[in-house]
């Protein structure tokens, strides 16, 4: 099954270190007169989407499927879980789109749908795929009768899918940041969010229905809390980096197609792969620059530019594992960073090694509670072997050099 690899060559290196100082150069680039800024966002459905080819393959197969399965067998599950910025959502949004041009009806739900039939008819009555991204001819949008019933009277979601799904070769339910329905495992809508996810799980909708769920490292777990213990083989993905080849597809595209970038774009390419380890929160963090700044220099890639271009990406970097640990405690991080000193960046341990580092220091539930957190927050992610990684080298190096410094700080304060 995909997961997180780990085997492209990278190139980690410690903050402060000198392509990472604050003290560059500052920007020089000639800018023309005050261009307009380069919109580039950096979450949720890719402009330029490479990689990924083995879960979009195995979502096709699932669909074929559902669609030739027996009453009873026509749908199932499939969860794709990791850290922020891995890249869920895009990939969501990818797999939609397929299913969406091969005819299938996509809704983008909320877990509230997974209980409340209007909310539900609300949620299949609004397209998640853009029109121009669907085949001519698709099925029409059929929602409305859905609706139209639920307010005759449909008073469980379990029934109302029964019903809207006739009309469709397919019915695919987009559920994005699925780990918050853990919230429903102590709720009084529980019964009815099981039966929901039951039904679909089993694929006793009566039609081809699958729940297309993306979510942070905790969301299997959520599933758990709700009676879903156990997925169809190969319908678990934790996702992690993009292959070489497809991290630097996107990067060109960006430079390129948005940039408006002219000549040989491979030393931009190099350098901002080097940064960027097949990340896609990264990749967006040195292409939002770099895009603005090749645009504003009218396609020229200069080196001015590019050392621009790593300054603010690196700073884009540091911001986004700022963001990981800032619910964690000073002291967790320290336990954490002095864990991590003594092992090297790819390391991967067991979900019981980690508990073990925080029940060292804290009572059991304390120690649960806060591997929880840092998974949660994916500061670790599940890796395909089921064990616990840094997803990101640079940030185990960032993660070990903030523990450094923090543990001189203290002990120059005499502490
Ligand atoms: N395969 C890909 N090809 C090109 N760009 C991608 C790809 N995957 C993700 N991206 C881009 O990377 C950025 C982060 O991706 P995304 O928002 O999907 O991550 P996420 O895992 O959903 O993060 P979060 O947990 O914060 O919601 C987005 O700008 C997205 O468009
Ligand atoms: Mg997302």
Redesign the pocket.
């Known amino acids: 099954m995909q997961g997180s690899t780990r085997t492209d060559k990278e190139c980690a290196e410690l903050p402060g270190s000198a392509s990472n100082s604050e003290h560059s150069a500052p920007l020089t680039q000639p800018f023309s007169s005050d261009p307009p800024r380069r919109r ?13 080819e083995e879960v979009l393959g195995i979502v096709a197969e699932l669909r074929a499927d559902a669609e030739q399965g027996a009453a009873g067998d026509q749908g199932t599950t499939f969860l794709i879980q ?13 797999c939609a789109g397929e299913a969406a041009r091969d005819g299938w009806i996509v809704a983008k739900i909320d877990s509230r749908a997974l209980h409340d039939p209007i909310r539900m008819s609300e949620c299949l009555d609004k397209p998640y795929i853009i029109q121009s991204e669907r085949s001519v001819g698709a099925t029409p949008w059929v929602a409305s009768v859905s609706r139209t019933k639920t307010e005759a009277g449909i008073s469980s979601v379990s029934r109302l899918l029964e019903v809207a799904a006739q009309e469709m070769k397919g019915l695919m339910l987009v559920l ?2 699925v780990q918050n329905i853990r919230d429903y495992a102590n709720h009084s809508h529980k019964p009815e969010v099981k039966d929901t996810l039951n039904l679909i799980h089993n694929g006793e909708v009566g039609r081809p229905v699958i729940l297309l769920a ?3 490292g905790t969301s299997q777990k959520a599933f758990g809390r709700l009676g879903i213990s156990r997925f169809h083989d190969g319908c678990i993905v934790n ?1 992690g980096r ?1 292959p070489a080849s ?1 991290e630097r597809a ?1 990067i060109q595209d960006w430079l390129v197609k948005d940039g408006g970038a002219e000549g040989d774009a491979t030393p931009w390419i190099d350098a901002i792969a080097r940064e960027t380890h097949g990340w ?2 990264h ?2 963090c040195f292409v939002q620059p770099a895009v603005h700044i090749v645009h504003s220099n009218h396609g020229q890639m200069t080196p001015d530019g590019l050392e621009a271009v790593l300054r603010q990406g690196q700073q884009r970097k540091e911001n986004y594992y700022l963001a990981r640990v800032e619910d964690l405690e000073e002291q967790d991080r320290m336990v954490l960073g002095r864990a991590l000193s003594t092992r090297p960046a790819d390391a991967s341990f067991r979900g019981s090694e980690v508990r073990g580092i925080f029940s060292g220091e804290y009572s059991r539930a304390e120690a649960e509670r806060i591997f929880e957190l840092i998974v949660h927050k ?1 500061v670790l992610a599940r890796t395909r072997e089921g064990r616990f990684a840094v997803p990101i080298p640079s940030m185990h190096h960032w993660l070990v050099y903030q523990y450094r410094r923090a543990r001189t700080q203290q002990q120059d304060a005499g502490l």
């Open positions: 580039v966002k950096d979450r949720g459905r890719a402009k330029y989407f490479h990689g990924r990791g850290a922020p910025g891995a890249g869920k959502t895009a990939l969501l949004y990818r994005d940041e993306g979510g942070l996702l993009l497809a996107v896609p929160q990749i967006m994916g």
